[in-house]
């Protein structure tokens, strides 16, 4: 009877070598994935991030984009894009809020993010208010009356140097409105967004029936 020990060596050898393939293709595979492109911010409001590394800072779960890292490109292929302008190599896109009845506007210069507001969900209780915005990060380095069409009572909460500025209502506290922007000094902050920022009158020191 005819020895077959070494077809059975060369089967087994091929069978630990294909295995030894697939197991390097699956590897790579998990590779790749790992150095991809930063994905959209996830849902969960993250409270842990530091405020000084705005790249990875999130502060209102619904914010499209991480500023100084978002390319032009995902903005203009993941948003339903309202209009679009152009000044001083700037662009500005008017988008789709994920609150419908809103619009959020994005910033890019040289095809990066400088720039988001978004509207936030009061709708879905407890509303954001700046009372737990100052215990995790501080009081704002001013804070400005500030005529808006958000509603009556609104007060920006200006927090330049951390690059951001909260605009909610002064007397009930509730944030409406998130601007997320590269940080910069406070003057800096006034004279570059200054479309923001008009002043209103001084608001009564007793709260008004209808400041809700």
């Given at each position: 009877?005819?020895?077959?020990?070494?077809?059975?060596?060369?089967?087994?050898?091929?069978?630990?070598?294909?295995?030894?393939?697939?197991?390097?293709?699956?590897?790579?595979?998990?590779?790749?994935?790992?150095?991809?492109?930063?994905?959209?911010?996830?849902?969960?409001?993250?409270?842990?991030?530091?405020?000084?590394?705005?790249?990875?800072?999130?502060?209102?779960?619904l914010q499209k984009t991480i500023?100084?890292?978002?390319?032009?490109?995902?903005?203009?292929?993941?948003?339903?894009?309202?209009?679009?302008?152009?000044?001083?190599?700037?662009?500005?896109?008017?988008?789709?809020?994920?609150?419908?009845?809103?619009?959020?506007?994005?910033?890019?210069?040289?095809?990066?993010?400088?720039?988001?507001?978004?509207?936030?969900?009061?709708?879905?209780?407890?509303?954001?208010?700046?009372?737990?915005?100052?215990?995790?990060?501080?009081?704002?380095?001013?804070?400005?009356?500030?005529?808006?069409?958000?509603?009556?009572?609104?007060?920006?909460?200006?927090y330049a140097e951390k690059g951001?500025?909260?605009?909610?209502?002064?007397?009930?506290?509730?944030?409406?409105?998130?601007?997320?922007?590269?940080?910069?000094?406070?003057?800096?902050?006034?004279?570059?967004?200054?479309?923001?920022?008009?002043?209103?009158?001084?608001?009564?020191?007793?709260?008004?029936?209808?400041?809700?």
């Open positions: 009877m005819r020895n077959n020990k070494p077809l059975l060596f060369l089967i087994i050898s091929l069978g630990i070598g294909i295995i030894l393939v697939i197991i390097l293709i699956i590897s790579s595979l998990f590779n790749n994935d790992s150095t991809q492109e930063p994905q959209p911010i996830s849902s969960e409001v993250k409270n842990t991030s530091n405020p000084q590394d705005t790249a990875s800072f999130e502060i209102t779960p500023i100084g890292k978002t390319e032009e490109n995902f903005v203009k292929n993941n948003n339903k894009i309202i209009s679009t302008t152009e000044e001083n190599g700037i662009k500005t896109y008017v988008v789709q809020s994920f609150i419908r009845q809103y619009t959020n506007e994005i910033k890019t210069e040289n095809g990066i993010v400088v720039f988001e507001s978004t509207r936030t969900d009061i709708s879905n209780p407890p509303p954001p208010t700046i009372s737990a915005f100052k215990r995790i990060y501080g009081e704002p380095e001013l804070v400005l009356n500030s005529v808006s069409s958000i509603g009556k009572f609104i007060s920006a909460y200006i951001y500025t909260l605009f909610a209502n002064r007397y009930t506290g509730t944030v409406y409105d998130v601007h997320r922007y590269l940080p910069m000094t406070l003057s800096s902050y006034q004279q570059k967004y200054n479309e923001y920022l008009q002043e209103a009158p001084p608001y009564p020191q007793e709260r008004p029936d209808e400041a809700n």
